[in-house]
């Protein structure tokens, strides 16, 4: 993607900054640099993000005045340039199970080895559907942090705490999890799906 990414500016805030689900499928085309998928950004102090670090890990952070608020940063690595990988996380702050506030699924697997896993307090605001509040796909809002590679069908559920199964499913034959190409039925004020399929442009 080089220094290509997509941003907007989140609306009307609505309980999605305490409950969403963002899934994507991301084809790396680069590794050993931190590169950015998602960031929901203030300032540099303050974004909630998901992204990949320089060890090719994979990092879902809410970062409030500096400080950690609620972090999942995995021990495995993402190395594969050559395959897709679907990414769900979930945030669900108001969830009565602290281990359930933070979530992170690959290729319709719950991930749990992580080399942080910071539970966010309860009823924790994200920067995800805060007014004002700028979203961006593919770059953290600074500096570099570009993601290299391709990414595709960016779903952003607000204010709804889902299964992976709602963006991706087992096939029958080969066993592998595979993409549902139909986008979730109710996004939400500040949901989205990109399905970005088309390449003539």
Same mark, same amino acid.
């Given at each position: 993607?080089?220094?290509?990414?997509?941003?907007?500016?989140?609306?009307?805030?609505?309980?999605?900054?305490?409950?969403?689900?963002?899934?994507?499928?991301?084809?790396?085309?680069?590794?050993?640099?931190?590169?950015?998928?998602?960031?929901?950004?203030?300032?540099?102090?303050?974004?909630?993000?998901?992204?990949?670090?320089?060890?090719?890990?994979?990092?879902?952070?809410?970062?409030?005045?500096?400080?950690?608020?609620?972090?999942?940063?995995?021990?495995?690595? $993402?190395?594969? =340039?050559?395959?897709?990988?679907? @990414?769900?996380?979930?945030?669900? +702050?108001?969830? /009565?199970?602290? !281990?359930?506030?933070?979530?992170?699924?690959?290729?319709?697997?719950?991930?749990?080895?992580?080399?942080?896993?910071?539970?966010?307090?309860?009823?924790?605001?994200?920067?995800?559907?805060?007014?004002?509040?700028?979203?961006?796909?593919?770059?953290?809002?600074?500096?570099?942090?570009?993601?290299?590679?391709?990414?595709?069908?960016?779903?952003?559920?607000?204010?709804?705490?889902?299964?992976?199964?709602? $963006?991706?499913? =087992?096939?029958?034959?080969?066993? @592998?999890?595979?993409?549902?190409? +139909?986008?979730? /039925?109710?996004? !939400?004020?500040?949901?989205?799906?990109?399905?970005?399929?088309?390449?003539?442009?």
């Amino acid at each position: 993607m080089a220094t290509t990414y997509i941003s907007r500016t989140f609306t009307a805030s609505a309980t999605g900054e305490e409950q969403w689900t963002l899934s994507m499928w991301v084809k790396r085309g680069g590794l050993s640099a931190t590169q950015y998928l998602f960031n929901a950004y203030s300032d540099t102090n303050n974004y909630t993000a998901l992204y990949f670090d320089s060890n090719d890990k994979l990092f879902f952070t809410n970062t409030v005045g500096g400080s950690d608020a609620g972090t999942l940063h995995t021990n495995r690595v $993402f190395r594969d =340039v050559g395959a897709w990988y679907s @990414i769900v996380v979930v945030w669900d +702050s108001n969830n /009565g199970s602290a !281990g359930d506030r933070m979530r992170m699924y690959i290729n319709g697997v719950e991930e749990t080895s992580f080399a942080t896993d910071t539970n966010p307090s309860s009823g924790q605001d994200s920067f995800v559907g805060d007014s004002g509040k700028t979203c961006l796909l593919g770059h953290k809002g600074e500096a570099s942090f570009y993601f290299n590679g391709e990414m595709s069908h960016v779903q952003l559920v607000d204010s709804a705490a889902l299964a992976p199964t709602e $963006f991706g499913e =087992v096939d029958s034959t080969s066993g @592998i999890w595979k993409i549902k190409t +139909s986008c979730y /039925g109710t996004p !939400g004020t500040n949901g989205f799906c990109l399905k970005m399929e088309d390449r003539t442009n």
